[in-house]
């Protein structure tokens, strides 16, 4: 699974805020944040470049999970991207709505069918709220990874906990860090060598970070992205879940629910809140 993204800091107010108000709404958080690696070049190749997370047996399984999970609840996505998630999802008779960061994202998701239906706060899902509150909160596709510090993390397990009804849920998929990998003294692992693109993670080890080196050459075109990002292992996350009050219920290793072995690659955890 290929991993994008990490924070820029935030850019002065472009002439597209008008225009991206229309489409997603006002910001109801208490800042307006730049869209950060997400730009408007990368959404509009996002869906292409992404295009093995659009398949349909990587997608039917994802949706079908967090549907069960829902369980006729709200649900809420953190960093909703282009919809790839939240769309089918709705169309199963989820009731979604989103966080994202990234206006230029969102304006991808809101172009497509089915859209209307999802409201999107535009914002920092470790620190903006959306209205109401929710049986099920989601955060896949390695996202959690895209905030740099701990603290954000944590934040962001706090803000999940704070969308949450007693009872209701957060889902976190996203890698293991590959270290089991790494021969001492080297720091690049090649998770991607396909045919269009080149994927390298360079691991910052004494960071706890690493910066994944996208390569694409697809259609004639030639791209390069490097995005940062801050790798825990899933003990890591446990305990932010425990800070802030959420319960371990189940870890797979995929949304099939393979079991979670020490050579899994990626995890699906489900935290529960247990109290109010
Ligand atoms: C790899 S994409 C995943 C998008 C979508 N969830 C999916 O599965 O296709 C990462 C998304 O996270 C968003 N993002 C990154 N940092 C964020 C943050 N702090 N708050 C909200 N969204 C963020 C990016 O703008 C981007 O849309």
Redesign the pocket.
């Known amino acids: 699974m290929a ?5 820029q800091s935030p850019s002065p107010t472009d002439p597209r805020e008008n225009r991206l108000r229309d489409v997603v709404g006002e910001c109801k958080s208490c800042r307006m ?1 730049a ?4 730009d408007d070049h990368i959404a509009r190749t ?1 869906d292409e470049d ?1 295009a093995e ?1 659009f398949a349909p047996e990587v997608l039917g399984p994802t949706v079908h999970f967090l549907a069960e999970l829902a369980d006729g609840r709200r649900a809420l ?6 919809g ?2 939240a769309l089918p999802l709705s169309a199963r008779g989820v009731d979604v709505a989103g ?4 206006r230029a ?1 969102a304006a991808e998701m809101m172009a497509k069918p089915g859209a209307a239906g999802i409201p999107v706060t535009i ?4 620190t ?1 709220r959306a209205e109401g509150t929710f049986g099920l909160v989601y ?5 959690i990874t ?2 740099l510090t701990q603290d ?1 993390q944590v934040a962001c397990f706090c803000n999940a906990a704070a969308h949450l009804d007693v009872g209701g849920h957060f889902v976190i998929e996203v890698f293991v860090p590959a270290l089991r990998r790494l021969p001492p003294g080297e720091s690049l692992i090649a998770f991607d060598v396909s045919n269009g693109h080149v994927g390298v993670d360079e691991y910052d080890i004494t960071n706890q970070r690493l910066t994944s080196h996208h390569y694409w050459t697809a259609n004639g075109r030639a791209d390069t992205l490097d995005s940062p990002h801050r790798y825990a292992w899933p003990a890591e996350y446990d305990l932010m879940a425990r800070i802030v009050g959420l319960t371990l219920r189940e870890r797979w290793s995929d949304w099939q629910r393979t079991p979670f072995t020490a050579d899994s690659t990626s995890h699906v955890s489900v935290w529960e809140k247990t109290s109010a």
């Open positions: 991993r994008l993204g990490g924070q944040s869209d950060g690696v997400f996002y992404s997370m996505e953190f960093a909703i991207g282009t790839r998630v966080i994202e960061l990234s994202m914002g920092d899902m470790a903006t955060l896949v596709y390695n996202t895209n905030l954000e």
